[in-house]
């Protein structure tokens, strides 16, 4: 399987630099939904070189493999199969130790014509209008000082950007310790706002309610 690479379009919260959400196309749900198919083993084995996040799994995936063959049962190919375990590996994880025949190639899990928004948590939700048309964003804001909710309009950016298998690694690492996955993957790694969360729901939700307002649609520019 070729290792090509897929494409994410992010909608960026400019002032607090951060990822509000992103528009993804079946490839990168499915290599996404893949990450849980994954064994303990491989995703030992694919971040091996940072401990920070394996703990002491590192140390004992380690051992495993310095431990001398004379200690595992006779007749049974007990290393590989606790190191290597037979399972479905996207191409962007793979690695040239791994079997080729691996690679998932059955179609995927998602449909291919339809239209998700994946959150910066890597939430996934299905938008209440199906169509691509949305509205500019506007966050609607409760104000306890004078009981009041205020609105303003985010100052959003749009891009495109490249998920190869360095993104891929990234993604799954950030995926085990994080809440804002793609902010930290895509923009530097910032510290998680509860307040700036909150304006990302709520401006998803006023978006999706609001798509059939002519007057404040724009057309999104999405990835060829």
Known sequence: MAATNLKLNLTIDTENNK?????PDKDFLDFLFSLLSLPLSTVTRLLSRDHSVLGSLGKL???IEKLDHMFFLPNLNTRDTLLKPKSPIHHLLMTKDDNESAATDDGGYVRKHATYFLMDNLQVKAPLSTSYMLPLILVKKFDPEDG???QRWLKVE????DVGRDEALKLLKSSLESKTVL???FLGKKEAKAEVEAEA???LVQS???SGNDSLEYEWDFCG
């Open 183 to 185: 902010t930290d993957v």
């Open 208 to 210: 999706c309610v609001s």
């Open 19 to 23: 990822v509000l959400f992103a528009i």
């Open 61 to 63: 995936h380690e051992s």
């Open 201 to 203: 729901e709520a401006a």
């Open 148 to 150: 009041t909710v205020k």
């Open 158 to 161: 749009e891009r495109c950007v």
